[in-house]
């Protein structure tokens, strides 16, 4: 149980292009999810926290306008990378959280890999 | 703001060696402490949690204590095995907040 996925795995893009990246709980529901970015042999920085039906909170540094979440539904968010430039290549990788007694667990998706050329 | 210090690698061992990897944190409250590893190719997976001081969150053969008096919650395991060669992060937070994340371990085990 608790998994998550994230799709795409891998997207690579030219610069100034948006790219998208879907992060869904398989089964079960996270009324919050998160998105971190992993730098290369660091650590995974929290970009911002996201609850399903209400604006995502950003994390300080982290340009709202330029990585815009989604949180639609119980099972899924949407972390969009607008006019990405190559600086923003890097892992994304999202978790979810269970309601509940559960609820200081994350579980986290596979990531995805972005390069902006 | 909350902070996670863990030994940086990469540390080696043999099989069937004794593994420390410390973790200190600093944290406004009571945090859950969590460790999760990495294995390569693969996200993230939880290995253990605590969620209080001198709890004991155990799980494969690894264990690690939440000790509030030394802000600290070190990942043992008594001996081990080539499998558990992965990257090792140690996390505080939980809920309704993000995780705050060490640097990250990455444990080598030779044969």
């Known amino acids: 149980g608790a998994v998550v996925s994230q799709h795409p795995s891998r997207v690579i893009c030219k610069s100034g292009t948006s790219v998208k990246i879907e992060c869904r709980s398989l089964?079960?529901?996270?009324?919050?999810m998160f998105w971190y970015r992993q730098f290369p042999k660091q650590s995974l920085m929290l970009m911002a926290t996201?609850?399903?039906?209400?604006?995502?909170?950003?994390e300080q540094g982290v340009e709202k306008d330029k990585f815009l979440i989604n949180h639609a539904s119980l099972t899924l968010s949407t972390l969009t990378v607008t006019s990405a430039h190559p600086e923003d290549s890097s892992f994304y990788i999202c978790?979810?959280?269970?309601?509940?007694?559960?609820?200081?667990?994350?579980?986290f998706g596979p990531g995805t890999r972005l390069t902006v050329l | 703001g909350d902070s996670v210090t863990q030994m940086e690698g990469p540390v080696t061992l043999s099989e069937e060696a004794f593994l420390t990897i410390n973790c200190t944190y600093t944290?406004?409250?009571?945090?859950?402490l969590f460790w999760y590893v990495q294995y390569p190719g693969e996200g993230l997976q939880l290995l253990l949690k605590?969620?209080?001081?001198?709890d004991k969150g155990s799980n494969k053969g690894f264990e690690a204590t939440y000790r509030k008096e030394t802000t600290s919650f070190h990942l043992e395991k008594g001996s081990v095995q080539v499998s558990d060669s992965a990257v090792y992060f140690c996390?505080?937070?939980?809920?309704?907040?993000?995780?705050?994340f060490g640097k990250g371990t990455h444990l080598i085990i030779q044969p």
């Open positions: 978790s979810a959280s269970e309601t509940g007694p559960k609820a200081d667990t994350q579980y």
């Open positions: 089964d079960f529901q996270a009324t919050t």
């Open positions: 996201s609850n399903e039906g209400s604006k995502a909170t950003y």
């Open positions: 944290a406004t409250g009571y945090p859950s």
């Open positions: 605590a969620t209080k001081a001198d």
């Open positions: 996390a505080l937070g939980g809920g309704a907040d993000g995780l705050t």
